[in-house]
């Protein structure tokens, strides 16, 4: 039998290769005003997504969606940011960046060994479907390397 989108996805989780992208460091400092850092990572992300950029895409996903939840009411700053950046099908943006920090929370440095996964899978996949890989995800990294 072959394999499934989602044997793909939830190997993607596990993978471990040598990197070819150059890893990067937080993108913002976290001196700077929230404002200011959620804007500079923002618009890094849009860019990511209009250059096709499919690992990078997700990095800076990564960062916004942790900016958004250094606030103590994520979804509301979120509100307050989109408002002010006239921003358009802001859900559509919240949801895959919500996705993608929920997912890599526990390793940002996952993303890089991707080879299936992207931005735009995240965002349009199923719910049932995300939960079943986040719950993959967190079943193994929640091992220690004893039990491996």
């Known amino acids: 039998m072959g394999e499934t989108k989602m044997d793909k996805y ?3 989780l596990l993978m471990i290769s040598s990197i070819t992208i150059q890893q990067i460091t937080c993108p913002y400092d976290p001196l700077d ?3 200011l850092s959620m804007r500079n990572v923002y ?3 849009k860019q990511k ?3 096709r950029q499919r690992i990078m895409t997700m990095v800076y996903a990564y960062y916004v969606g942790e900016l958004i939840n250094l606030s103590n009411t994520p979804r509301e700053k979120w509100l307050e940011f989109v408002q002010l ?4 099908e802001e859900y559509h943006y ?3 960046i919500t996705r993608i920090y929920k997912l890599f929370k526990s390793n940002v440095n996952q993303i890089y060994q991707t080879s299936h996964l992207s931005y735009r899978i995240l965002l349009d ?4 479907d995300y939960r079943e890989l986040v719950r993959y995800h967190l079943s193994f990294s929640e091992l220690t390397f ?3």
Not at 85 to 88: A, F, P
């Open 10 to 12: 939830k190997r993607d």
């Open 33 to 35: 005003s929230w404002e």
């Open 43 to 45: 618009s890094t992300f």
């Open 49 to 51: 997504i209009k250059q």
């Open 85 to 88: 950046r006239q921003i358009r």
């Open 94 to 96: 919240y949801l895959g």
């Open 125 to 128: 996949m199923k719910s049932h």
């Open 146 to 148: 004893d039990e491996l």
